[in-house]
């Protein structure tokens, strides 16, 4: 079914329009307080905005662009909400609790055990349905929470950061899991993961000040950023300027690369660039012509094994042997270098 959702709340200064395809998985990435649970909230019927229309395939979720308006409420929406934490109900078994969607939907005492069997099979706590939620592991409890989201046969699974609570050992599994249950099924999932974005959507919005700023296929929008928040996901520099004959102007002098779009002069463009790929001279380095970009540097940071340096939008990983042989501090000023074939301009 084709999702269609538009809405404004003027309180949290949200507008924002967006559609799914029949069986697609939309990632929603964007900073703190950027309007991604509100969005989630919205659609799921637990907060009302000012104006907009919502609607599943035929189905109107809310519509109050007009006169006469339309609210249904949670609960007969189709959607189900897998937050963060599991919430499972702690009085009740594992089975029970998988049970309760079916149940409350009109199911009888057996079918609904027999459909929640179902789905803890299909998320790998079968051998957990005798249990009580406080015997479970985090991850077990937030795969059963899966499983009792999707015995309700919602037509829109809403995912708020269903891997934000778990540890680095069950979030690949619960990822993986997700990968599987998600597949040819309307989602909607907030992450700050860029592993996420890539494995679970067919598309990826990026929201900022409760606005969506780029939106497109996962592999486009993370492989050709267009905001300095998606390129921080990618692990990428963005740097914007105006295209030039031998590449693009920029506030740290004249970048060339690889272009991967017909430039005029004139044009905005972006050059994106990996940190590990730059280096940093106190001095112009000799030999074969690079891309040379001075800035100060603003930030020191730990980053893995390397040292990032930063310089406004500007990034680099160096070795801490490297650092303390230029003696960087913030302040001073810097030359950063890398090769032309390093870098992609594309039009923004």
Request: with cysteine; charged share 20%; net charge negative.
């Amino acid at each position: 079914m084709t999702i269609h959702f538009e809405a404004a709340l003027k309180a949290r200064n949200f507008d924002v329009t967006l559609e799914l395809a029949p069986g697609e998985t939309l990632a929603v990435l964007g900073p703190n307080g950027a309007g991604k649970s509100t969005l989630l909230a919205i659609m799921a019927g637990l907060l009302r905005p000012d104006s907009g229309r919502a609607s599943i395939g035929e189905r109107t979720l809310f519509d109050l662009s007009g006169a006469r308006t339309h609210w249904m409420a949670p609960h007969e929406r189709g959607t189900a909400l897998l937050a963060q934490e599991p919430l499972l109900f702690p009085h009740l078994s594992v089975l029970e609790n998988v049970a309760f969607g079916p149940r409350s939907k009109g199911g009888t005492a057996a079918e609904s055990r027999a459909t929640a069997r179902q789905w803890l099979a299909a998320t790998d706590t079968e051998s957990l349905a005798a249990r009580r939620p406080g015997e479970l592991s985090g991850g077990q409890a937030q795969r059963v929470a899966v499983a009792r989201a999707l015995a309700a046969g919602p037509d829109l699974l809403l995912l708020d950061e269903p891997m934000a609570a778990l540890d680095i050992h069950a979030a690949p599994l619960m990822r993986r899991l997700l990968k599987r249950v998600l597949e040819g099924r309307n989602a909607i999932i907030i992450t700050h993961d860029v592993l996420d974005a890539l494995m679970l959507a067919d598309k990826v919005v990026v929201m900022e000040h409760g606005r969506i700023t780029e939106a497109g296929p996962s592999r486009d929008v993370l492989g050709r950023p267009r905001s300095r928040f998606a390129a921080g996901l990618a692990g990428l520099n963005l740097i914007a300027g105006t295209a030039h004959r031998e590449g693009i102007d920029t506030p740290y002098g004249l970048i060339s690369g690889i272009h991967e779009d017909e430039l005029r002069e004139g044009d905005l463009a972006a050059a994106a660039f990996p940190p590990s790929a730059v280096s940093v001279y106190l001095d112009p380095p000799h030999g074969s012509p690079r891309n040379l970009l001075r800035a100060t540097v603003t930030d020191l940071e730990p980053h893995g094994d390397a040292i990032r340096v930063r310089a406004r939008d500007l990034a680099a990983d160096i070795t801490p042997a490297a650092l303390a042989e230029l003696g960087l501090v913030p302040g001073a000023e810097a030359c950063f270098v890398l090769k032309a074939t390093a870098v992609t301009i594309y039009a923004t």
